[in-house]
């Protein structure tokens, strides 16, 4: 089986220094780079099928964004926003393509993953060739917005790791259909055993911060800039919506074909918010936008 090198990377914020963890599959000599990235509580571990059923054809490159995983967490919890993870991001990919010819990638965003991407392709002389939108807009549903707010700041502990999968498992209905094994790995990949044995979600609960700071004109303010970036971005962009999701309407996803790079749109049935792309079926959709155009 195709298994992944975990390696670091250090970054620097306005309070300091801190290591960025990142999964890679594939050959570390090939200048084809695919760069996926989680939402908001997950972990680069979400990628690892899709990862291996593309690691023949790309350099797969999967971070854990900082706060998560396997990465430091930032000493000031302010900075968990979305130009700080860019930096991060230009600074991975500086190592990345240290020894390419080609300086492009290929980028797959889930929720944050993809509002990170969309700041990124935005900018001039971006090095992202082909964008992957999953399940995310310049607009966002207020009320589900609420609810992952409400999530993560939840600071629940469980007695067993059974009683943490369970929980995992009940907060990711909207991912859709999955496996008894499958759930198992997407709580597996982000509880963690505290050393008086409770299980806990291994995250930085100062991520709740932006959610907590969020004012009706600080949304209104964000969207605005999330709908001038996504205009300017000048890539083939895919855009994946589950079909059931609360935080992309559909409204705003047909907006997103008609305006910046048009993109392409691909709603995944019976699946909210959002398609994990552990099935074939999903992983189907990556392949052909990737490697068929």
């Known amino acids: 089986m195709i298994e992944a090198k975990i390696k670091f990377v250090q970054c620097i914020?306005?309070?300091?220094?801190?290591?960025?963890a990142y999964k890679e599959w594939g050959d570390p000599d090939n200048p084809d780079v695919l760069v996926c990235v989680h939402g908001v509580t997950r972990v680069a571990d979400d990628f690892d099928n899709l990862a291996r059923a593309l690691a023949g054809s790309y350099r797969v490159v999967c971070p854990d964004i900082a706060g998560r995983?396997?990465?430091d967490w930032l000493r000031d919890p302010r900075l968990y926003q979305i130009p700080q993870y860019i930096s991060d991001m230009v600074t991975l990919l500086a190592r990345v393509l240290a020894n390419g010819e080609r300086q492009s990638v290929a980028w797959l965003g889930t929720s944050m993953g993809g509002l990170i991407g969309m700041g990124l392709a935005?900018?001039?002389?971006?090095?992202?060739?082909?964008?992957?939108l999953n399940?995310?807009?310049?607009t966002m549903d207020p009320a589900a917005l609420q609810r992952i707010g409400d999530y993560i700041a939840q600071d629940v502990r469980f007695p067993s790791f059974e009683a943490?999968?369970?929980?995992?498992?009940d907060v990711s209905l909207s991912f859709g259909e999955h496996t008894e094994a499958e759930w198992l790995k997407l709580a597996r990949d982000v509880l963690r055993e505290t050393p008086d044995g409770q299980w806990i979600?291994?995250?930085?609960m100062g991520l709740a911060f932006a959610f907590?700071?969020?004012?009706a004109q600080s949304v209104q303010a964000d969207e605005a800039l999330l709908w001038a970036a996504y205009d300017a971005i000048k890539c083939p962009t895919l855009l994946v919506r589950g079909l059931d999701s609360d935080l992309l309407s559909r409204a705003t996803a047909e907006a997103m074909t008609g305006r910046g790079p048009k993109a392409q749109l691909v709603e995944v049935p019976e699946v909210g918010h959002a398609p994990t792309f552990t099935h074939?079926?999903?992983?189907a959709i990556v392949k052909q936008f990737l490697l068929d155009n």
Do not use: C, E, W
């Open 122 to 132: 935005s900018l001039p002389n971006s090095p992202v060739s082909r964008l992957i």
């Open 280 to 283: 074939a079926d999903q992983i």
């Open 69 to 71: 995983g396997r990465s």
């Open 164 to 169: 943490g999968a369970k929980f995992i498992r």
């Open 212 to 215: 907590r700071s969020a004012t």
């Open 201 to 204: 979600r291994h995250y930085d």
């Open 13 to 20: 914020s306005g309070a300091g220094l801190h290591r960025m």
């Open 135 to 138: 399940d995310i807009g310049p």
